[in-house]
């Protein structure tokens, strides 16, 4: 079998990820979301050869991941709520504890027909874009002190 498949990759990775206590599931999430395969379309195709460049990126991406750095800032991509969002260094990545926030200021916004939401420290957008894209008459202002985070909140738009 060719060292080049994405089941020969997968293995060396889920090797290296469970001798270092790494999440087993990051290998995966790095090489379909790159190949922009679902994870069935992975295993449908988990005995196809790679291209140099797919199997090229998946090194450069894997060793950024075995050095720390988390999925989300590697792919530019952090999913809350049940929306996408662009996410690099300038912002921190949403948190699935934060969208408990969110569903708390949607009790209050339909309990007490809130017309207008101010999200300070906004970072990537998250909380401000979740609750527009839930309520979308409602007014919401968004801010942050950086610069890049609010460049970064305005991508989702």
Not at 31 to 39: D, G, K
Not at 107 to 121: A, G, N, P, S
Request: charged content about 25%.
């Amino acid at each position: 079998m060719p060292n080049n498949t994405i089941s020969s990759l997968l293995k060396k990775a889920n090797q290296v990820l469970s001798e270092r206590h790494l999440d087993l599931n990051a290998a995966e999430i790095l090489l379909e979301t790159r190949l922009e395969y679902t994870r069935s379309e992975l295993w449908t195709h988990y005995f196809d050869e790679l291209s140099d460049e797919a199997e090229e990126q998946f090194q450069k991406d894997f060793k950024r991941y075995l050095n720390g750095e988390p999925v989300q800032y590697i792919l530019n991509s952090a999913s809350f709520y049940g929306l996408e969002f662009y996410v690099d260094q300038s912002v921190l990545i949403p948190r699935p504890e934060t969208e408990e926030l969110v569903q708390l200021a949607e009790q209050v916004v339909q309990k007490e027909k809130v017309e207008k939401v101010l999200d300070i420290c906004t970072g990537s957008g998250a909380i401000a874009i979740a609750l527009k894209n839930r309520f979308p008459s409602l007014s919401v202002t968004a801010s942050d002190i950086s610069k890049e985070a609010l460049f970064i909140a305005k991508k989702k738009q």
